[in-house]
Antibody, heavy 125, light 113 residues
Framework: QVQLQESGPGLVKPLETLSLTCTVS????????WSWIRQPPGKGLEWIGY?????????NYNPSLKSRVTISVDTSKTQFSLQLTSVTAADTAVYYC?????????????????WGKGTKVSVSS | DIVMTQSPDSLAVSLGERATINCKSS????????????LAWYQQKPGQPPKLFIY???IRESGVPDRFRGSGSGTDFALTISSLQAEDVAVYYC?????????FGQGTKVEIK
């Protein structure tokens, strides 16, 4: 059973870069979409973007965050990472990593079938 | 972007009674190539990540009790809990995975009356 675990600083200063890592255990990173999703306190879920590990690590980002987001993968370590630049208080949230199974024709089979437990990131000076 | 709109924002139902959550997408999430709706439902309890409950609009994930039923087509979908149990208290989200950006409904909080 694959498990995901987010890690990274819990506090980031305004205008700095938020960096998180998701470690995948119990499975490969290949042939899946690996996403970052966030949830501000008391609010709903926002998809940040994904990396697709079969196609040379191609990425797809939410246009609302695209200018500030980079998602990368380290296949040898079965980890993928999120970098979000120039953070503000609005980026304070629980950040989740999650997996989608690729279903052929570049589609997702089930939605997000596996999630990490989430890591809380606060942006404050 | 495909906007997902859930209703109501919250509902309180007596134990054993039916609860229905509605979800409307601003565009179709139906693939004409395989005739499947790319619509999922998640349950989230406090302090926990969301858990996939339903995919393809009506397929229950393994282990999900059969009192949970997904339905709908086109742009209108629903999640029905046929007989509410105490452990079903949670926030439920619909989500489309038809295209990017992936988008979620705002969530519906289900409580016991």
């Amino acid at each position: 059973q694959v498990q995901l675990q987010e890690s990274g600083p819990g506090l980031v200063k305004p205008l700095e870069t938020l960096s998180l890592t998701c470690t995948v255990s119990g499975g490969s990173t290949i042939n899946y979409y690996w996403s970052w999703i966030r949830q501000p306190p008391g609010k709903g879920l926002e998809w940040i973007g994904y990396i697709y590990d079969r196609d040379s690590g191609s990425t797809n980002y939410n246009p609302s965050l695209k200018s500030r987001v980079t998602i990368s993968v380290d296949t040898s370590k079965t980890q993928f990472s999120l970098q979000l630049t120039s953070v503000t208080a609005a980026d304070t949230a629980v950040y989740y990593c999650a997996r989608e199974v690729e279903c052929g024709s570049r589609t997702s089979c089930y939605g997000f079938d596996t999630w990490g437990k989430g890591t809380k990131v606060s942006v404050s000076s | 972007d495909i906007v997902m709109t859930q209703s109501p924002d919250s509902l309180a139902v007596s134990l054993g009674e039916r609860a229905t959550i509605n979800c409307k997408s601003s565009q179709s999430v139906l693939s004409t190539s395989n005739n499947k709706h790319y619509l999922a439902w998640y349950q989230q309890k406090p302090g926990q990540p969301p858990k996939l409950f339903i995919y393809w609009a009506y397929i229950r994930e393994s282990g999900v009790p059969d009192r949970f039923r997904g339905s709908g087509s086109g742009t209108d979908f629903a999640l029905t809990i046929s007989s509410l149990q105490a452990e079903d208290v949670a926030v439920y989200y619909c989500q489309q995975y038809y295209t990017t950006p992936r988008t979620f409904g705002q969530g519906t909080k289900v409580e016991i009356k």
